[in-house]
């Protein structure tokens, strides 16, 4: 049974509770103990930064020449923050049950209670650091709504919060750097790690610059590599994005958690054509003034400025009147899927939904509108020649976050002890939905105000353990795995590049595992990505050598991908219920609404690594509700 080791009492007692009996290391003993991060987003460099400030000996890592250009950086809309600056009835209890009840009750209320009470921290830091979050005339700062919630508590820098939030953690990071207590290796990338009497103590990294394979010690692991959405890929994410390091943690014996709940925002620019390797958020916070709607009648031919009030449809106002445009993700994507699916998609291939700003516009004046989301309409218009202000954006769902990760219990360690998962790379706090700006939160509160105690109650029985012997037997064994895996891929010379076998995965996945799944199709899903795995073996090509080789490097990420999706489509297919974004077609109310299972399927499913080509193993967590009664979620 797994052990989630959630303290015992009230539920506002829990973290203080723990913090107040966890085990400390003394500051003359930190320098002694070595900490390995992998990531440098902000769960990573905030979590580096913290233990470096705090005396540890610190390895940070990151696959891209600099720390600021991890994925972090392209988050928009804001972040959320229980600080109630609106007097709108907000609280650390209501922001917890929001973020619960978002997630459809397939989270913790432990963890889930946790980031809403450190949330409030998270703002005095980043605005300590600097983080220009927006602000009202008299100098406060603002907030503004995200989908799910009544209440105004997400703080923005106009739409690059996560840009100038990442930059904080960039500067505390460095700071560290420049203090000798962190070392920094940018473009390397994790490919293996080790495992020494059941405890991680390093990993296999590869220098991308000139290929070579380099062994790192520590007395615990940290990864901080985000989700993998990119599974898709068609996505909004980055195209280096990839879930190979929490993969390569997950074959060594860490469990995979909810890999199924995949996240599509409903807020993309759509796609155009082929050609396309990725799509372009736009930001949720868009529909606090945005609008969005179809036309009434199928196949409209009409420009939208000429389509009158009375024949647009706006769907979303429709079905949810209490939420309306800020209806949660899951429910906003599914909704537009089935306009676009019904024959009202707009655009040139009918694959989209208008997000219309004229009457934003009328009743606030363009200025307030530019000042609030210049940016983005500066980027719509550059993407798509088109001028927001003037007539609608077009919009459509893309694949967007992964809710599911590895496996950690309370203190963010996964089944592995000395490994821990931070931020998007584990699956403690959102359930089966994430909400809007609970993102950038999860990430940092991670890394600044939960791992930082957590480490130390595990570092605290690794004193005695010495430095970690990189001469070790396991370090070498991983080594050799890693080089006869570089080898095979390098050694097929087969016709077909990496990106073919991503776009052809990237499509039986979203057909089968993206918005909508049924039983038939999740099976055929499974048939389909073992016989693309078994070609990808026999004829993939990967063209150059071993040195800088970014077709080496994607050829290896998509090897792990075909493993992860089909691990994906497993656990979708044992979920036989509907809950938030994992919507199985045969569990569905007459309105299309999802229908959970509570009675069968309210626990965490964390999957085992059995091997290629045989069925991983389930292991469950039951879910238990204290201090809320599970209900149907309902936004109307």
């Known amino acids: 049974m797994l052990d989630a080791r959630i303290p015992d009492g009230p539920l506002e007692d829990k973290w203080s509770h723990y913090k107040a009996h966890a085990k400390l290391v003394n500051p003359a003993n930190r320098k002694k103990l070595e900490v390995i991060v992998v990531g440098t987003g902000l769960a990573g460099s905030s979590i580096a930064a913290s233990l470096g400030e705090m005396g540890y000996s610190v390895k940070s890592f990151c696959f891209q020449d600099t720390p600021r250009r991890a994925h972090s950086v392209a ?33 913790r209320e432990g963890n889930v209670y946790r980031m809403a009470e450190c949330s409030a921290n998270l703002i005095d830091q980043a605005v300590a650091q600097g983080v220009p979050f927006g602000r009202e005339y008299g100098g406060y700062l603002n907030n503004r709504s995200f989908g799910g ?41 994790m490919q293996d790690l080790v495992v020494i009497d059941g405890k991680a103590r390093g990993i296999i990294v590869r220098n991308m610059d000139t290929g070579e394979l380099e062994r790192h010690g520590a007395h615990a692991v940290v990864l901080a590599t985000g989700g993998f959405g990119k599974i898709y890929y068609l996505s909004t994410l980055a195209m280096g994005c990839n879930g190979s390091a929490i993969w390569r943690a997950h074959k060594r ?90 024959g009202f998609g707009i655009g040139p291939l009918k694959n989209a939904v208008y997000l219309d700003f004229s009457k934003a516009i009328k009743d606030q004046g363009e200025d307030k509108i530019r000042k609030k989301y210049g940016n983005l309409f500066r980027m719509y218009e550059k993407i798509t020649g088109v001028n927001a202000y003037q007539e609608p954006m077009r919009i459509s769902p893309a694949a967007h976050f992964s809710m599911g990760g590895l496996w950690v ?38 890394g600044y105000f939960i791992a930082p105690y957590t480490m130390a109650n595990y570092l605290a029985d690794e004193i005695k353990t ?57 099976e055929a899903a499974i048939r389909e990505i073992n016989e ?105």
């Open 253 to 342: 014996g860490a469990y995979m958690a909810n890999p199924s709940w995949t996240q599509i925002h409903p807020t993309s620019l759509p796609q155009s054509g082929e050609y396309q390797s990725k799509l372009t958020l736009m930001s949720e916070s868009l529909r606090n003034d945005g609008r969005i709607w179809v036309p009434k009648q199928k196949e409209e031919t009409r420009e939208p400025n000429q389509i009158p009030e009375e024949e647009r449809d706006y769907y979303l106002e429709r079905r949810y009147p209490a939420f309306g445009n800020l209806s949660p993700r899951d429910i906003a994507s599914r909704a537009a899927k089935e306009r676009i699916d019904a």
């Open 466 to 522: 010495g430095p970690i012997d990189i001469r070790h037997g396991a370090f070498a064994a991983a080594e050799e795995n890693v080089q006869q895996f570089l080898k095979r891929l390098m050694g097929i010379q087969g016709n077909l590049g990496a990106d073919y076998f991503h776009k052809e995965l990237g499509k039986i996945l979203y057909d089968k595992c993206g918005l909508s799944r049924s039983k038939e199709g999740l």
């Open 409 to 446: 219990d309370y203190e963010l360690m996964t089944t592995i002890p000395g490994l821990f998962a931070l931020g998007e790379a584990n699956f403690a706090d959102h359930g089966a939905n994430r909400l809007g700006a609970n993102s950038l939160l999860q990430a940092s509160v991670d």
């Open 75 to 107: 988050a928009q809309g804001g972040v959320n923050a229980c600080k109630n600056y609106k007097n709108d009835g907000d609280s650390v209890f209501r922001m917890f049950y929001d973020t619960i009840k978002g997630g459809d009750f397939r989270a």
């Open 149 to 189: 919630v009544q209440v105004s508590r997400t703080f923005y820098a106009r739409g690059q919060t996560g840009q100038q939030l990442l930059l904080g953690a960039y500067q505390a990071l460095m700071r560290q750097v420049g203090a000798g207590t962190v070392q920094l290796f940018a473009r390397h990338e």
């Open 532 to 636: 693309l795995r078994e070609s990808f073996w026999q004829r993939l090509y990967v063209p150059g050598g071993y040195a800088l080789n970014s077709e080496l490097e994607k050829a290896g990420r998509v090897a792990d991908y075909l493993e992860l999706g089909a691990l994906m489509c497993y656990d979708a297919l044992m979920r036989d219920e509907s809950c938030g974004a994992h919507f199985r077609v045969e569990h569905q109310t007459p309105e299309g609404e999802a229908m959970r299972n509570d009675e069968d399927f309210s626990f965490i499913s964390a999957w085992e690594w059995a091997g290629v080509e045989k069925e991983p193993q389930l292991h469950k967590e039951p879910l238990h509700f204290e201090f809320v009664t599970p209900s149907v979620r309902s936004y109307k």
